[in-house]
């Protein structure tokens, strides 16, 4: 199993601005994902993260609005960009394992007033 | 358009009865299923998984899921189940090659 962490839990943001997330797994990595799950629906995949490489964005979502950062093979970073209230969600950052089941982090609760 | 669909949105049972949660995929060829629950408060964690084999499969918690390939259904069931067990569950598909994906999610509140 990975262990998972994430900056930040939460945070209330005013529109506009941006908010960027931080994840760190206890081992090394190829695949990072980046997940969003909205109020009361289900997760969204925002992202595929390799390092080395750029971000792989599913259909809807885009580099210039969830800029993603892979440095290194333990960390990543998702930064929501000119936020709106229709941005608020958890966004979730999560690794595979070995056998295909994917570790979540606590995810970060996002609030955009 | 290809889908993960839980039927139920919230199921209230009271303890020890029986419970038996929907999932249904539409996706063609091979695909890797799974439940994960999320408890209050908590992160995604994984009850269970099928990949090959035996389509009845047993997780953490007494919870068992049985795949019928005919009917792509992955439903998710527990003998009896106790107040600690109230939680979001979340039925996952993990197509061939590809990524993973969710289905909306099942709220179950378990009353004591």
């Known amino acids: 199993s990975a262990v998972i962490s994430q900056k930040p839990s939460r945070d209330i943001c005013q529109r506009g601005t941006s908010l960027t997330i931080q994840c760190q797994v206890d081992?090394?990595?190829?695949?990072m994902f980046w997940y969003r799950q909205q109020p009361g629906q289900s997760l969204t995949l925002i992202a595929t993260?390799?390092?080395?490489?750029?971000?792989?964005?599913e259909s809807g979502f885009v580099i210039d609005k969830f800029p993603i950062s892979r440095p290194n093979l333990t960390f990543s970073t998702l930064t929501v960009s000119n936020m709106s209230p229709e941005d608020s969600s958890i966004y979730l950052c999560?690794?595979?394992?070995?056998?295909?089941?994917?570790?979540f982090g606590e995810g970060s609760r996002l609030t955009v007033l | 358009a290809q889908s993960v669909s839980q039927h139920n949105h919230h199921v209230i049972l009271s303890e020890a009865a029986s419970l038996e949660l929907g999932c249904n995929y539409s996706?063609?060829?091979?695909?890797?299923l799974f439940w994960y629950v999320q408890y209050p408060g908590q992160h995604l964690q994984l009850l269970l998984k099928?990949?090959?084999?035996?389509?009845l499969v047993k997780g953490i918690k007494g919870f068992e899921a049985e795949f019928i390939k005919s009917k792509f259904s992955f439903n998710l069931r527990k003998p009896s189940v106790q107040w600690s067990d109230t939680a979001e569950y979340f039925c996952?598909?993990?197509?061939?090659?590809?990524?993973?994906?969710f289905g909306a999610g099942t709220r179950l509140t378990v009353k004591p």
């Open positions: 993260a390799n390092q080395g490489s750029e971000a792989t964005y």
């Open positions: 996952a598909v993990n197509p061939y090659n590809n990524d993973m994906r």
């Open positions: 099928y990949f090959s084999g035996d389509p």
């Open positions: 996706y063609g060829g091979t695909v890797n």
């Open positions: 999560s690794v595979e394992g070995d056998t295909g089941e994917l570790f």
């Open positions: 081992s090394q990595v190829t695949m």
